[in-house]
């Protein structure tokens, strides 16, 4: 017998351990499925900092009651609104603490596969077990978007991985790894193999590393008024992006897509710099043409922007090559349900309050970065995102009891039918 719920939330990061607070805020029946903070503690390299500043580094709950600044006062961790890169097990820590206090109810399974059954949904669970659902919040994040050169994505795991696969880097003691790439990931990961004792070599296709210029602190009127702070950096275009995402939508698609792809590059932080220059072996001006196994680890052959080739032996290649979000790649979409949602270049075309088009199935995180914006790429987009969507749910099932289904889901369907004959949707 399959078990039922008004809300399903598939994924237990920093969206969907906000949405679920949100969810139980307005006593709204619901499951969320997923490890707590997973991603960021298994995916991300141990050692790193992040580039948000303190205070964009939260999770949200309605009251606000549980910040990660208090968080940092209880536990006697270093802190400050600007200036101290909270370190990634803290964040960790601090969002599993806000799970245990604010989503006591995760449940720690894994989503199979999601279906659209009638005016319901049916997800299939790895445990064996199933779940009906009249809507569903997919919160799943960045774990299934990593992205993979063309040129080294047909080579075995053993000789060539992503960023995203790595949290412990000792393994790579006294082996010589190539690091390809110049944004975030992989600088985090090159200065900090280099750390764990790799002989490490950063292969970037530019003629620099853009990393951030640290801010000077305390903040300068002049550098206020000209680059005033937001979550996702200074600058009055971040401002926007930040505080008026639901005016992002209204943009045109093309500029939209433009602006998503080109804002707020994956550059590293200003505290990256002196773990990688001059510790480092940067290659500049170089990309990867060919790869080939070769005497136990990997022989690349790097090309210049004017043609010129070099081969480069490597005992591993890690890729810090970024994310490409798409609905193609969350496994757990079932092919007819995946037929059915509107998309732009992979990515759903949401409404104003995250809902896909198909009914009550909503998607938030990365994934929504076309219709709202650049903060969605960033964990302080749960902000927005959270309220917005408890909201919406509120409006359509507060005053709808969720009953008891069977397998068939009947009840569930005649519920949801006079819900919206009632016009609950909006």
């Known amino acids: ?81 600007l200036g101290i890169p909270p370190r990634l097990e803290d964040f960790v ?32 669970l790895e445990s064996g077990g199933s779940c009906f659902a009249r809507a569903v919040v997919v919160a799943a994040g960045i774990s299934h978007f990593a992205a993979l050169p063309k040129a080294l994505g047909d080579l075995p795991r053993d000789l060539v991985t ?92 093309e500029r939209r897509l433009r602006i998503v792809r080109t804002y707020l590059g994956p550059a590293p932080g200003y505290f990256m710099r002196d773990r990688v220059i001059g510790r480092v072996a940067v290659h500049y001006g170089l990309e990867v ?35 490409r979000s798409e609905l193609a790649r969350l496994p757990f979409l079932d092919d007819a349900l995946l037929s059915r949602i509107d998309a732009v270049q992979g990515t759903p075309i949401l409404s104003a309050n995250f809902e896909s088009s198909l009914p009550e199935l909503y998607f938030v995180g990365a994934i929504a970065a076309n219709t709202f914006g650049p903060v969605l790429r960033f964990a302080c987009g749960a902000e927005f995102a959270a309220p917005r969507v408890a909201r919406h749910l509120s409006r359509r099932h507060k005053r709808v009891a969720s009953p008891s289904v069977n397998e068939s889901g009947s009840r569930l369907q005649a519920t949801t039918q006079s819900a919206q004959a009632s016009g609950k949707r909006s």
């Open 93 to 124: 820590d601090y969002g599993r603490a806000f799970q245990r206090r604010l989503v006591p109810l995760l449940e720690d399974e894994t989503v199979k596969s999601l279906e659209r059954d009638g005016s319901h949904y049916r997800l299939r």
């Open 1 to 81: 017998m399959a078990e039922n719920s008004e809300v399903v939330v598939i994924g237990a990061g920093p969206y969907g351990l906000s949405i679920a607070a949100h969810l139980a805020a307005l006593n709204i029946p619901h499951r969320i499925f997923g490890k707590a903070m997973e991603t960021w503690a298994t995916q991300m390299p141990k050692g790193m900092l992040l580039k948000s500043e303190g205070f964009a580094t939260s999770l949200y709950d309605p009251a606000r009651s549980f910040t990660f600044a208090r968080y940092c006062r209880e536990q006697n961790i270093p802190y400050a609104d």
């Open 289 to 323: 043409a060919q790869a080939k196994p070769n005497a136990g680890g990997v022989l690349l052959t790097l090309a210049s922007s004017s043609g010129e080739r070099q081969e480069f032996q490597a005992d591993h290649v890690i890729c810090g090559t970024g994310y």
């Open 162 to 253: 992503h960023t995203s696969q790595h949290h412990d880097l000792g393994a790579f003691k006294g082996r010589k790894v190539a690091v390809i790439g110049a944004g975030a990931s992989a600088a985090d990961v090159a200065g900090l193999l280099h750390e764990a004792g790799a002989e490490t070599h950063l292969i970037a296709r530019g003629s620099l590393i853009p990393f951030h210029s640290k801010m000077r602190l305390p903040r300068p009127l002049y550098d206020q008024l000209r680059k005033p702070s937001s979550k996702i950096g200074p600058g009055w275009r971040s401002v926007f992006f930040t505080k008026l995402p639901y005016l992002f939508r209204y943009l045109t698609e």
